[in-house]
């Protein structure tokens, strides 16, 4: 029986390790295509920083996985108020005065749970036998 998961526990971290290999490498193809799309265009926006800034936080959260083996939840708390940023810079004009509240309310309740996130490993870690 212990056997069998050993077996299982080394197939799930393989697949997951080549889950990690293709985000990571589908990251860098997506940035090479958005640099070329700059050069092509010979200019760069906000939109295009923050873009490529996203793909920095997938790979930097890939690469803390791999180190870790832990995923931070904050990591994806960080890309998705880029995200709306990026949202509210790119459809400012478009966007009724109702749904800019609500991405910026969306924002602002990411930032506090983040808030709430930091607090909580502050004043209550991990024990290190819990696997924190």
């Known amino acids: 029986m212990n056997n069998i998961r050993s077996i299982g526990h080394t197939a799930l971290t393989w ?19 958005e640099i070329f799309s700059m050069i092509q265009a010979k ?10 800034f996203i793909y920095l936080e997938v790979l930097a959260m890939i690469a803390i996985y791999l180190d870790s083996g832990k995923l931070p939840v904050r990591m994806p708390l960080y ?17 009724d005065t109702w749904r800019m509240l609500g991405v910026a309310a969306a924002a602002l309740l ?13 004043k209550y870690p991990y024990r290190e036998k819990d696997g924190g």
């Not at 997951?16 to 090479?32: C, E, F, N, S, W």
């Not at 200019?43 to 490529?52: E, F, G, Q, S």
């Not at 930032?111 to 930091?118: G, K, N, P, Y």
């Open 15 to 33: 697949a997951q390790d080549v889950g990690l290999l293709v985000i990571a490498v589908a990251t860098l193809i997506a940035v090479g295509f």
């Open 110 to 122: 990411i930032a506090f749970a983040i808030l709430v996130i930091r607090f909580g490993h502050t």
């Open 43 to 52: 200019t760069v926006t906000l939109a295009d920083l923050l873009l490529l």
């Open 79 to 95: 890309i998705a108020i880029v995200a709306l940023a990026r949202y509210l810079i790119l459809d400012m004009k478009n966007l």
